[in-house]
């Protein structure tokens, strides 16, 4: 028999993964790019995740921000009770995790938040949590706060509901556990994979070719949610409308630059187009996009251009990891970097010192390439919690990422986990670059 939360086979675990762009930095660039005010951390701030799953990224946040307040909200008690064991093994004490459903969670006694996030959540989950979600939010947001809120878009799915259809209904023919089930269907699409219905389909190619990419765990609650559907930015954005939010801007940072995801055909058509929510739906058609990661706000100040340019040029931003962290760098990321004034911001960010005024189209198209990121000026300790997740390579709960004293933190291939658990040398021709950068970083 499945064990179901609100529809989701609670069978199987999710992933157990980092999320860069829900970290305070990050969001706060989001906001600052699009001209909008991040709220004031300077007395400490409250950040809650709906739907937290097994709360890595509340946990790594938590560990490296405390100054904040951290909060972990997922109706999956096995999700929370390894969120939990994690933050007592890493000894984290500013996160609060909660086993509950968002109906419930709006009833306990919570502070307001600064931020509230929810990745991955949106679309898996049916009308009802929708709302309780947002209901959720409109009681618990400080006005000026901000709101991530990811989700599955369309058209970009459109190509793959006959592939979700063949899970859902073929699936639910199939008895025994969601293994099972999974096994099943898997062998099913080896066989249909050729069929018009489904060869125009991206995930069946993504299983084709990269299988290991795809772990059971990830397919389970991507597609077998009950109220599975992807949205329509249009949609959410109406949905958001009724609890006062409204957009920012996207916290996939090149969606936020034409110039960076459009052409200029796309370009001179949108142009065209005045209403913000009708651009921002046609913009999606062209970009065949398939997953949205929008930032929203109630009440907050907007800024004024020079206003904007200090502050963001007074944010800390730190050179990524290297290759292959980043697997394939978009275009966008080789172009800026390899220019002069790209070159010059590189070498500023490399010295530790400020790239000036002169830089910042620059600075803001390396973000968005990411070749630099968004992170926090001060020096966290890491050390027990990398301890913790350098000790679980190779064992049931493998987290691979290691963090960062600069408040975020950087996927990682287990043998560097490895090499860190045992004080080794990291081998430089295996993991060019990485020595330097964990080094820098003050990790290794
Ligand atoms: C696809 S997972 C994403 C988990 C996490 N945000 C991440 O990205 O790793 C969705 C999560 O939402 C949780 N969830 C679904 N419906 C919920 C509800 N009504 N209340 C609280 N959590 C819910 C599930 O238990 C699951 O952990």
Redesign the pocket.
Known sequence: MVRE????A?DIP??R?F?PMLAPAWLDHVALVAGVEPPARENGFAWC??????G??AAILAATHPSGKFYG????PA?IDHARRLAAAAAIPNLQLHA????A?TGLDFPQFDYIV????YS??GAR?QR??REFIDRRLKPGGLVYLSYNAMPGWARDLPFRGLLKEFGGTIPGDTHARLSAIAELVRTLAGLASLKASFIVKELLQRPQDYPMAYLV??FL?ADWRPLYVTEVRRDLRTIGLSPVASATLSENFDCMVLDDTACRTLAGITEPNARELIRDYYLDQRFRRDVFTRGSRLLGPDERATRLLSTTLVLAPPAPAIATPPPAASVASDTPAGRAVLAALAAGQAAGPQNLEMLLTLCAAGVIMPAEPGCASVEDLNRILSSRVDGPEEIRWLALPCSTAVEVDPGLLRALRDRQPIDAKRYPGWRDFLAKHRVY
Do not use: N, R, S
């Not at 909200?73 to 999956?76: L, S, T």
């Not at 509950?100 to 109906?103: E, G, I, K, L, S």
């Not at 929810?118 to 959540?121: D, E, N, S």
């Open positions: 939360v609100d529809g989701y609670a999710y992933l993964d999320k995740d709906l739907g937290c799953g097994q890595v990224t909200i997922d109706a999956m999700h509950v459903d968002f109906a969670a929810a990745h991955g959540v898996w989950v949590a309780e979600l609650h991507e949610p």
